[in-house]
């Protein structure tokens, strides 16, 4: 059952991504600088957290000091890293093509637990990883999307599939030691100071965005930030890495499918073979679940 309730919030989570990638879009067609985007995201979100945790749990806010790096890690890494490659690729080349490569990062965190003999890296498990690959593939449009990439663009791809890959491998590590809430608020802290850096206060308000656009970035954040990966983070308590970044190509198909519904995109027939190729990759790493096909290894971790 705890696995089953893990399974729901990573795919909960991953479907509010997919939300935000087609509000995300709504937002920059209406000249939102990119940057700012990226950066107020993880700001509200942790500034939403740190404010409800301080007044109802302060004892979450509490962390070893020898953990501090480790949270920084996860912050600049894991967090600021896979948003910061994924929009550079965004530039560069496509929408499409930046989950394209990111969602890669599936057989990163098998070929990781396999090495570490973390996890089993069974036949269905492997089978499941290309077969939402190739979903991923077919729904944002196969080799049209794919072709005549920059070099540039494919390299930093890459490091968005690596980065999300570290994200997913090290966040269920912490949780071994922390709860949901400290690690989810201390990633978030280091991924905004991060930010804090490349793009300083003062040119945030040279920008002087109106307040229109203030409201639309702050939805962003709880739905793109703050629940999602408050999500993705509880469910890596109770499902091993491998198998939730499997799930988590849950959203390009929701992406696409909000993109259609909200801005009126076209939806081909390759999308949806796509969307049907991701789904039953997540049926398949179910059906495994209920046959007793691996045990997972669950790590002590805080309460709360």
């Known amino acids: ?29 209406h000249d939102v600088d990119t940057v700012l985007l990226v950066q107020t995201r993880v700001t509200f979100s942790v500034l939403i957290m740190a404010c409800i945790l301080a007044a109802f749990r302060r004892d979450l806010l509490r962390v070893h000091v020898r953990d501090l790096w480790r949270m920084a890690l996860l912050g600049v890494v894991g967090i600021a890293g896979a948003n910061y490659t994924y929009y550079v690729v965004i530039k560069e080349a496509s929408v499409a093509v930046a989950i394209l490569l990111q969602y890669t990062a599936p057989l990163f965190v098998m070929a990781y637990a396999a090495f570490t003999r973390e996890e089993e890296l069974t036949l269905a498990k492997f089978a499941a990883a290309i077969l939402a690959l190739a979903g991923c593939y077919c729904a944002v449009g196969g080799f049209e999307a794919a072709s005549g990439l920059p070099a540039g663009a494919i390299a930093v791809g890459i490091c968005a599939a690596l ?3 570290f994200m997913t491998v090290f966040t269920r590590h912490l949780l071994a030691r922390y709860s949901i809430w400290t690690v989810t608020l201390y990633g978030f802290g280091f991924a905004s100071l991060f930010w804090l850096v490349v793009n300083p206060p003062w040119r945030v308000i040279g920008e002087s965005p ?16 703050l629940f999602p990966y408050s999500l993705f ?13 499997i ?11 909000t ?7 076209r939806f081909a027939f390759l999308q949806g073979v796509g969307a049907a190729l991701v789904l039953g990759a997540i049926v398949m790493l179910e059906l495994r679940r209920e046959t007793g096909g691996e045990e997972i290894r669950e790590e002590p971790h805080a309460s709360g």
């Open 1 to 29: 059952m705890k696995e089953l309730r893990g399974y729901a919030m990573v795919a909960a989570g991953a479907f509010l991504w997919g939300c935000a990638a087609t509000a995300a879009k709504l937002l920059l067609a």
């Open 247 to 257: 799930i988590s190509t849950l959203e390009p198909v929701t992406a696409i499918a």
């Open 259 to 265: 993109a259609a519904i909200v801005a009126g995109e």
């Open 163 to 165: 980065c999300f890959a």
């Open 210 to 225: 109106s307040g229109e656009t203030w409201l639309g970035l702050f939805g962003l954040a709880l739905i793109s930030v």
């Open 233 to 245: 983070f509880a469910g890596l308590r109770h499902v091993v890495s491998s198998r939730a970044i």
